[in-house]
T-cell receptor, first 113, second 111 residues
Framework: EPEVTQTPSHQVTQMGQEVILRCVPI?????FYWYRQILGQKVEFLVS????????KSEIFDDQFSVERPDGSNFTLKIRSTKLEDSAMYFC???????????FGPGTRLTVL | AQRVTQPEKLLSVFKGAPVELKCNYS??????LFWYVQYSRQRLQLLLR??SRESIKGFTADLNKGETSFHLKKPFAQEEDSAMYYC?????????????FGQGTRLTINP
């Protein structure tokens, strides 16, 4: 059964550094999402992406964040200059149709020191 | 504003006992409600959605628009039901329905 994959599973970085989190959505899916979960808090929506552009973004998704689908398979989240408060679990999700079930990846744990 | 509230962070019941995980929501339009589950060391996965009105692994959930609730129920809990349960609401702009999650409830089934 196809699954969403994410790499790396754990990323440790220094404050101020750039990080790129990678996701490979399910191949025929059209809608892509990033969510994050700070330890002990709820899963929060960051951004949705469709037809090669951002559909919606949350207040969290400021100028430090960007997303890209560079090659038709990968879907990346870039944080330009990481802050301590960016430490969280980042989940990628995809769906064929926005009214269908969203399939989640296993997550990338980002630790900013 | 879209909001999902799960009042219980932790819930512990004995095997064979009924279980109910509470979920209340706030949404101005017609909501679509989901329950997602995360078993230990596994990814988030859909358990059920109100629109399908089916029972999955013995769980059911009824959307009550009057009480703005979508509680998850199972008459006889099993040890393998121990997991983190998230209630979620689908909303956002047409064509890119983001999920709004509740805080989650950690359910522990005691033998």
């Amino acid at each position: 059964e196809p699954e969403v994959t994410q790499t790396p599973s754990h990323q440790v970085t220094q404050m101020g550094q750039e990080v790129i989190l990678r996701c490979v959505p399910i191949s025929n899916h059209l809608y892509f999402y990033w969510y994050r979960q700070i330890l002990g808090q709820k899963v929060e929506f960051l951004v949705s992406f469709y037809n090669n552009e951002i559909s919606e973004k949350s207040e969290i998704f400021d100028d430090q964040f960007s997303v890209e689908r560079p090659d038709g398979s990968n879907f990346t989240l870039k944080i330009r200059s990481t802050k301590l408060e960016d430490s969280a679990m980042y989940f990628c999700a995809s769906t064929l149709d926005s009214y269908n079930e969203q399939f989640f990846g296993p997550g990338t744990r980002l630790t900013v020191l | 504003a879209q909001r999902v509230t799960q009042p219980e962070k932790l819930l512990s019941v004995f095997k064979g006992a009924p279980v109910e995980l509470k979920c209340n929501y706030s949404y101005s339009g017609s909501p679509e409600l989901f329950w997602y589950v995360q078993y230990s060391r596994q990814r988030l996965q859909l358990l059920l959605r109100h629109i399908s009105r089916e029972s999955i692994k013995g769980f059911t959930a009824d959307l009550n628009k009057g009480e703005t609730s979508f509680h998850l129920k199972k008459p006889f809990a099993q040890e393998e039901d121990s997991a983190m349960y998230y209630c979620a609401l689908s909303g956002g702009i047409q064509g890119a329905q983001k999920l709004v999650f509740g805080q989650g409830t950690r359910l522990t089934i005691n033998p």
